[in-house]
């Protein structure tokens, strides 16, 4: 069944929290609870929304919620949901929300654990494309050209020069049971996918486009826009994997303006038209790829 965001429950699950204004993070936890409900167990690493939700001693989620240790989110999902179980609880859901260098990163082996074994736990990426809570750093998921505090864009450096590791496709390289790329500029389309995930009865894994206005560089009330031109331009892809099998769940007719895209953004200011070039010919590159071996 689908979800739909003018279905959700008025109840907030998450609150109080303080968040930059125009935070796409808080924003994707906020609806994902929204979702997910009251019986919900939550797992956060170090991030921005540990940092901005626990505040002692009071917590922003009304839900269970702890701290995890950077590298661990999956291996304590997987305990909080031995325990439930363990408990006999029924109709409940544990969930971990992790940065992209909590999950690319210091991440990966937990959550590639977690995969293996098959616990029935949700584990969503918010990316926001750099290690934003301690001082806008590199990440794995850190896309070509971005400037950050330790990629520098320079007369000879171009800002980070590594390419986006594509967790999507590592995970799915686990077979999990269901992985989904959305972005917070296509909400509805994310509500959704976390409603799929919460039906799977083994591991399931999201990864949401989450702009971050700081860190970007962009006006705080276009975050949501910055969400939606990312997937418009091709840079982002809406997918899933399913039943082993890739499905692309949109495919625009035409491609909006990659160089307008980047130009909105300070991390990107400092580009000239041959690197744009080079970010538009990987992405097509890239599409080309999907087109020949996804299901549209």
Not at 25 to 31: D, F, I, N, P
Not at 141 to 149: D, H, I, V
């Amino acid at each position: 069944m689908a979800t739909n965001a003018r279905e959700l429950t008025n109840t907030e699950f998450l609150y109080g929290h303080r968040a930059c204004a125009g935070c796409g993070g808080s924003l994707a936890l906020r609806l994902a609870m929204k979702v997910l409900g009251p019986r919900t167990f939550v797992a956060i690493p170090a991030n921005c929304m540990s940092a901005v939700s626990f505040l002692y001693p009071q917590i922003s989620f009304t839900t269970n919620a702890m701290i995890s240790p950077f590298p661990a989110t999956g291996a304590v999902l997987s305990g909080i949901e031995a325990g439930a179980r363990a408990l006999g609880f029924k109709d409940y859901n544990v969930v971990g929300f992790a940065g992209d260098g909590g999950t690319a990163d210091i991440g990966i082996q937990a959550l590639s654990g977690a995969i293996d074994r098959g616990d029935r736990v949700i584990y969503v990426c918010y990316d926001n494309e750099a290690y934003m809570n301690t001082g806008i750093q590199k990440s794995g998921l850190t896309p070509f050209g971005s400037r950050t505090t330790t990629s520098p864009a320079g007369r000879n450096i171009p800002g980070a020069a590594g390419r986006k590791k594509d967790m999507f496709e590592i995970v799915a390289a686990h077979g999990i049971e269901y992985a989904a790329t959305a972005s917070i500029g296509y909400l509805e389309d994310f509500l959704e996918k976390i409603g799929k995930a919460a039906r799977c009865r083994t591991t399931s894994y999201i990864h949401v486009l989450s702009p971050c206005a700081t860190g970007w560089g962009f006006p705080v009330e276009q975050t949501v826009e910055m969400g939606k031109e990312a997937v418009d331009c091709g840079l982002w892809v809406l997918a899933e994997y399913e039943d082993e099998e890739f499905v692309l769940n949109r495919k625009p007719k035409e491609f909006s303006c990659v160089g307008d895209y980047l130009k909105k953004q300070a991390r990107f200011k400092h580009l000239k038209e041959k690197e744009i070039e080079f970010i538009t010919a990987n992405r097509d590159k890239k599409w080309a790829k999907i087109l020949k071996n996804w299901k549209a």
